[in-house]
Each structure stands twice: as C-alpha cells, then as structure tokens.
C-alpha cells in the first residue's frame, strides 16, 4: 500500500516559534508538494519539488521555506510561527518529471497546526 | 493560469448517476484534467484523469469535451459513501471544489 506520511496529525505552537512539518514518501516519487487548506479557500499551493535539493514557490510562499536533502523527505518549514499560519497543511507526491502531468498524486493525512 | 470553475455544490439522490461538471476554458494542449475527491478529515484522493479521450475506472468516467475546456466526472451508482468535496484540476492547482450531497 502506497504511503505518504505526515509527521503529525495536530500541532500546537507558540507565536514566533520555528516549526517544522515532516513528509515522507515510500514511492520513490520525484515530485513532492505542500499545501495549505483553509475553510471557503480549498487546497493552496505553497511549495513544490521536482527533485532532490530543487525547490519551487507555489501560489502562496511567503513566511514558509522548504528542504528536500533526501527523495523521500520533504519539509516545511515555518521561520516565525504566526497566527495567520493557523491551517491544515497537506503534502503530496506524484511520480514523473516535471510536476503531476499525466500520473496521479498521493496525499498524506495533513497535518492540523495551530499558532497560539 | 491553472484555473478551473465548479459549481460549489451539488445534491443526489443514492443509487442515481451523478454529473459534476467542470470549466477549464484556458486549457493547453498538454495539461492532463485531473479529478481528486476529499472525505471530511482525511486527505484528498485520486479519482480519475484525461487527456483528450472519455477515460473509465472503477470508481468513476470521465468525459473530456471535444474542445478540452471543459470536462464532466461520472458517478454511475451515487452511494453515500460518494459525500465529499470533489475538485477538477490542472497542474495539481485546486480550486474549492464542489460539494456533493447524496440523499438516501
């Protein structure tokens, strides 16, 4: 059973505290991808990798940086924790290059985080 | 731009075919249309996807317009089970979906 997994189901962190969320991918997919799911907004796409140490913003990269040092690791990461970051976050991967294109991408369980 | 534009919701009755439709009008030649569904607190999941052709798997079909900008996923028996938020893609941009109901 294929398997992308989230470090965390829910996470609670203080305002200016730096947060990382985990991904990992059993699929040996080169394409990962986070995003953040707001209520009224869908699924918005902060970061992307086609590749081991290669990283793209998506639509909404501002406050997050990514690392991607190993094919199946993916991180997010939250330089000063704010308020506004309060969201459920979603990583997923697709095998090709290039982005999704014609394969289908597998999401992990998301990860609920909340800045107090 | 990645857009696509759904209805934001949609009701059925079970054990009838449901037709979520989809826009997709900026479409290019190259970007598959892709079709993932999201049940209440778990992540989304694959549906179906499409080129060009009508495509059919055993959870749903997919009928692609002639033109390519626009694009209908099928649910042939609608169960319960189908209640979710399905979202009409391209380059893995989501929109809000559309929100199908299924009344017994």
């Known amino acids: 059973d294929v398997k992308v997994t989230q470090s965390s189901r829910y996470l609670v962190k203080r305002t200016g505290e730096k947060v990382f969320l985990e991904c990992v991918q059993d699929?040996?997919?080169?394409?990962m991808f986070w995003y953040r799911q707001d209520p009224g907004l869908g699924l918005r796409l902060i970061y992307f990798?086609?590749?081991?140490?290669?990283?793209e913003k998506g639509d909404i990269p501002e406050g997050y940086s990514v690392s991607r040092e190993k094919k199946e690791r993916f991180s997010l990461i939250l330089e000063s924790a704010s308020t506004n970051q309060t969201s459920m976050y979603l990583c997923?991967?697709?095998?090709?290059?290039?982005?999704?294109?014609?394969?289908?991408?597998?999401f992990g369980q998301g990860t609920r985080l909340t800045v107090v | 731009d990645a857009k696509t534009t759904q209805p934001n919701s949609m009701e059925s009755n079970e054990e009838e075919p449901v037709h979520l439709p989809c826009n997709h009008s900026?479409?290019?030649?190259?970007?598959?249309i892709h079709w993932y569904r999201q049940l209440p607190s778990q992540g989304p999941e694959y549906v179906i996807h499409?080129?060009?052709s009508n495509v059919n798997n055993r959870m749903a079909s997919l009928a692609i317009a002639e033109d390519r900008k626009s694009s209908t996923l099928i649910l042939h028996r609608a169960t319960l089970r189908d209640a979710a938020v399905y979202y009409c893609?391209?380059?893995?941009?989501f929109g809000k979906g559309i929100t199908l109901s299924v009344r017994p």
């Open positions: 893609i391209r380059k893995l941009t």
């Open positions: 499409g080129l060009t």
């Open positions: 699929m040996d997919h080169e394409n």
């Open positions: 990798s086609y590749d081991v140490k290669m990283k």
């Open positions: 900026t479409i290019s030649g190259t970007d598959y």
């Open positions: 997923a991967s697709s095998a090709g290059t290039g982005g999704s294109g014609g394969t289908e991408a597998f």
